[in-house]
């Protein structure tokens, strides 16, 4: 039998520093994060400084604390996986700094991974990919459809042509006076509301696959001081639905869309903004039309970032060769084709 892999990978693009040790690509052995949102939320939104400064202080203590609860050394690790963008670039250089230092110490191979293949690869951990595959990555900063033909193979087929939806929900949240981030609360108070505003659905209707979400984000914020203006009482439960309903809306058609031109064997659907409720029954219910492919919800536990999902993709990684010397650097705009590299 061949012998287990055991990858330990760094999560530290935006604000939370995460370390996890990952068996053979879908098995958590251990996951230690340290999340960093109270110090941001008095100023309504990652402050970089204050992110980095907070990483450093983390990252070796949850190293310390993964191999701790494996009960293992650096000694029985395969590899070490970072993630090395896209994302915060003063951020990111914590995780690969202590990942290159460890890897150099340990003499262990140094796997670079991109954040967005992390958030995908979290679907391991429910059952295994079965490819071709479709995911809609939907997190703070993207929102895209992404094709894979293979485990190790990212096309990306549809884009936000403006904000991400979780940007989007942040920035809507932020005008209603909700703490940043606000997704998670507007999801709540969207099952507690109905949808009685008109809010518009960006691109619904055109040829492709991509999205565009600033025009609904300043529709929330008009209507908002258009009322403020007139005196008039916004009922906040019922924004919060209306607005859920456009969003759901157009990332469920756009995605059924795509699943109809590529057929795949399964879908995923990952990122942060993948634990709204909202759009997991809305792409439960559409996938009712694809009874051949899979339907994979990342867990909610493992939607938002954390070093597990970086330990899956790590391991694909892995086994497809990927390695770095010491002079990996953080990379914060980085994209899907530096697989190609
Ligand atoms: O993937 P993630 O943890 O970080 C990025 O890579 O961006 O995603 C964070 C985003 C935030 O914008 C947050 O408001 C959003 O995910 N989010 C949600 C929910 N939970 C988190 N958005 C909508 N509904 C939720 N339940
Ligand atoms: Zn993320």
């Not at 949850?62 to 293992?72: E, H, V």
């Not at 993630?83 to 262990?108: D, M, N, R, S, Y």
């Not at 703070?140 to 939806?165: F, N």
């Not at 909610?300 to 970032?305: C, T």
Request: glycine share 8%; proline share 4%.
């Amino acid at each position: 039998m061949a012998e287990d892999r055991l990858v330990m990978a760094f999560e530290s693009s935006a604000d939370e520093t995460s370390v996890a040790i990952v068996k053979n690509g879908h098995e958590i052995v251990s996951l230690e994060t340290a999340t960093q949102i109270k110090s941001h939320q008095r100023f309504g939104g990652i402050v970089p400084e204050v992110a980095s400064r907070h990483h450093i202080e983390q990252v070796t203590v949850l190293a310390d604390a993964a191999l701790t609860d494996a009960g293992m050394t650096y000694d029985d690790l395969t590899a070490i996986a970072v993630t090395q963008g896209p994302g915060l670039v003063g951020a990111l250089l914590i995780g690969v700094t202590a990942a290159k230092t460890i890897a150099w110490a340990h003499q262990l191979p140094l796997v670079p991974v991109i954040h967005l293949a992390g958030h995908i690869s979290a679907a391991n951990f429910v059952e295994p990919i079965q490819y071709p595959a479709l995911a809609l990555m939907v997190s703070g900063g993207h929102t895209e459809l992404v094709l894979m033909r293979s485990e190790y193979e990212y096309l990306v087929i549809g884009d936000t042509r403006d904000d991400a939806a979780g940007e989007c929900y942040d920035k809507v949240g932020r005008t209603m006076g909700l703490q940043y981030p606000s997704g998670k609360t507007l999801d709540e108070m969207a099952h507690r509301g109905t949808p009685t505003y008109d809010l518009p659905r960006a691109m619904l209707h055109e040829d492709n696959f991509d999205f565009s979400f600033s025009g609904l984000k300043s529709a929330v914020i008009n209507l908002m001081h258009n009322a403020e203006q007139r005196g008039e009482q916004v009922n906040l439960d019922n924004l919060a639905a209306s607005f859920q309903d456009a969003v759901v809306e157009v990332l469920v058609t756009k995605t059924q869309r795509a699943l109809t031109e590529y057929p795949v064997k399964s879908f995923i659907v990952a990122g942060g903004v993948a634990a709204n409720q909202g759009l997991r029954d809305g792409l439960t219910e559409m996938m009712q039309h694809f009874p051949k492919t899979r339907f994979i919800p990342v867990p909610i536990a493992l939607a938002g970032d954390n070093g597990a999902m970086i330990g899956a993709a790590g391991d694909i990684a892995y086994r497809h060769g990927k390695r770095a010397d010491l002079t990996l650097n953080a990379n914060p705009a980085l994209e899907f084709d530096y697989l190609d590299d």
